[in-house]
């Protein structure tokens, strides 16, 4: 499974964006895919994710209502809308995906991650 990420970029606060995933390889391994960011000295979080099967979305308190999960399984593409944005959601965006292997243990692919910087 690979994944590319595009959309990041400089925007100010209170701008949008919309990054991109491009999912390629073997996506019928895939359980469940997501958004984590990274922020400078911080621990990768989870932004948003789809729940295994897909019948729901999952968001992280930080972000709901600002930021919107969806897919084109046409197109083999997730996105994530970010509007509203604020400094403290700069950071570097990256797509996951999982399988999981077995009762407790995913393993996990990830993107190369995309900048996403929102000055004051």
């Known amino acids: 499974v690979q994944l590319v990420e595009s959309g990041g970029g400089l925007v100010q606060a209170g701008d949008s964006l919309r990054l991109s995933c491009a999912v390629s390889?073997?996506?019928?391994?895939?359980?469940?895919m997501g958004w984590y960011r990274q922020a400078p000295g911080k621990q990768r979080e989870l932004v948003a994710d789809?729940?295994?099967?897909?019948?729901?979305?999952n968001y992280a308190d930080s972000v709901k209502g600002r930021f919107t999960i969806s897919r084109d399984n046409a197109k083999n593409t997730m996105y994530l809308q970010m509007n509203s944005l604020k400094p403290e959601d700069t950071a570097v965006y990256y797509c996951?995906?999982?399988?999981?292997?077995?009762?407790?243990?995913?393993?996990?692919?990830w993107g190369q991650g995309t900048q996403v910087t929102v000055s004051s």
């Open positions: 996951n995906a999982h399988r999981t292997v077995y009762v407790g243990y995913r393993y996990d692919y």
């Open positions: 789809f729940t295994s099967g897909g019948g729901s979305t």
């Open positions: 390889g073997s996506t019928f391994s895939i359980d469940a």
